[in-house]
């Protein structure tokens, strides 16, 4: 069975960094396109990020772009965020989730809060 298990969450001041991580498993992950979305207080949900399989193509977000890097280890099956220079508006629920535009399978997602 497809499982995403997100990790790295946490508190972070305004200008600190987090790292997030999502270890996939039960499907051929380095065929995959793979993306991080978040649900902010009082916002829907916004894709943050994604990754083509081979790691040469990347998507951010308006309100990421310069700050976050997205990147993958396909012997690891696992692909990361690092989130840096985070605003307080970067709180949200992140999600994982396999494909680029479309995502048919996603993790339960791991809480960021960024504040002092």
């Known amino acids: 069975q497809v499982q995403l298990v997100e990790s790295g969450g946490g508190l972070a001041q305004p200008g600190g960094s987090l790292r997030l991580s999502c270890a996939a498993s039960?499907?051929?992950?380095?065929?995959?396109?793979m993306s991080w979305l978040r649900r902010a207080p009082g916002k829907g949900i916004e894709w943050v990020s994604a990754?083509?399989?081979?790691?040469?193509?990347?998507y951010y977000a308006d309100s990421v772009k310069g700050r976050f890097t997205i990147s993958r280890d396909n012997a690891k099956n696992t692909v990361y965020l690092q989130m840096n220079r985070l605003k307080p508006e970067d709180t949200a629920l992140y999600f994982c989730?396999?494909?680029?535009?479309?995502?048919?399978?996603w993790g339960q997602g791991t809480q960021a809060t960024v504040s002092s």
């Open positions: 990754i083509d399989p081979d790691g040469t193509d990347t």
């Open positions: 989730a396999r494909g680029w535009n479309t995502h048919d399978y």
């Open positions: 039960g499907f051929t992950f380095r065929v995959y396109a």
